[in-house]
């Protein structure tokens, strides 16, 4: 048996499973698409208290986050947290994913970057799994697989574990010279900003953290890209925009809601 667990994907979920494996003994094989961690980056960077407690990774915190701005399409807004509960940390991901993952290697977890999985057979007493990267495709015998391989999972397209209820659209970009307050995300609604959902402003050290998240079945013929250029050039809060620079911009599906099974033989 080459390993008793193999995990695919290699961002903070897969990551903190290795390592929770890994630290009771079990052999743990992780496998990463990409060669390098953290990157593509799609996600606006916001963890929890109670998850970062979970892996101790404080130092990876850009800012912490108590409070929020809700802006209402009719332009009145309300503010509310409380600066002395923290709500959220916004943490640089790079540094992040790569952390955690580190703390899996650090506990025995075997990482393999640039690899990706290509099929799945069923055995008795394991699964044979076939890898592929820079050098060919092997086969590897585990007795359990994992998928922690984001919104278009293989691992559950081929185990036929179904769809997530719902796939939101998110759109975000990373700027200078947002007029944002310490401690404070805004939110911005309304149909022509964000249909169905809102908009957001993160706070992010230097910069902040400008994005669009909707339900795909309520844009219509309009893009996030489209959206955004609303909210930031012809809203009647473009003018808090109006002298924003972009640093970068990210964009891909998010899965939302639970799926009804997450787990087949083995």
Known sequence: MDSDVLIVGAGPVGGYLGKCLAEQGIHVIQIEEHLEIGRPFQCAGLVTPSAMDKVGLHDTTLTDVWGARMHAPNGSSIEIGNPSQIREHVVCRKRFDEAVVRQAINAGVELKLGTQITDAVLNDDHIAVTIRDEAGEQTLRTRLLCGADGAHSWVRSHARLG???????????????????????????????APGLFSWVIPNGDTHRIGIWVRSRDVDERSCEMLYDYLTKSSMFSERFSDIQEVARYCGPVPAGVLKRTTRER
């Open 163 to 193: 769809r997530p209820p719902e796939t939101m659209i998110g759109f975000q970009v990373e700027a200078i010279g947002y007029p944002g307050l310490d401690g404070i995300l805004d939110m911005y609604t309304g149909f022509n900003i």
